[in-house]
């Protein structure tokens, strides 16, 4: 017997054990009832989905993006800071400050701090008083926006 026949033996016993292995997938397969099949397929798609959804909302991982929140003399302030990676204490960026309409909160600004962010600003997008996360303690009629802008600013100054 010379080498090519022990090469052929080999590849024969290796598509036999690969075509055996197959079949017993299959069977496994086979041995799931359809809703089962159904449930294991929308796990998939969520966790490929939920991956896709972290990658858009750090831009690729170019923007680091931080729940914060912060006290104030009126109360507590929380939102979301949005940073591109390479900004530092060494390599300052501009800032900006984004809020949001009446009845919302932090989350809708997040296209805004995203698409900033890649553009090289620090964004601050933040609850105003009485929304979402934050807080006031000394509550009256619409004065909170102008508060809640300043107190924020004052945040990214400071």
């Known amino acids: 017997m010379g080498p090519g026949c022990f090469c052929l033996r080999f590849f024969i016993w290796f598509d036999n054990s690969f075509l055996f292995k197959q079949k017993k997938e299959e069977s496994i397969l086979k041995s799931l009832s359809k809703p089962l099949k159904w449930l294991i397929v929308l796990f998939v798609v969520v966790v490929v989905s939920s991956f896709a959804a972290t990658l858009v909302q750090n831009s690729f991982f170019s923007v680091d993006v931080d729940k914060v929140s912060f006290e104030t003399e009126r109360g507590e302030l929380s939102g979301y800071l949005y940073r591109p990676r390479d900004v530092d204490a060494d390599n300052p960026a501009p800032a900006i400050v984004t809020t ?40 009256s009629a619409f004065s909170f926006y102008v508060n809640a802008v300043y107190d924020a600013v004052q945040y990214m100054y400071d």
């Open 100 to 139: 949001h309409g009446y009845l919302n909160n932090a989350e809708m600004q997040e296209i805004a701090g995203i698409e900033l962010s890649r553009r090289g600003y620090v964004v601050l997008a933040f609850d105003m008083y009485d929304h979402g996360d934050s807080t006031w303690e000394t509550p």
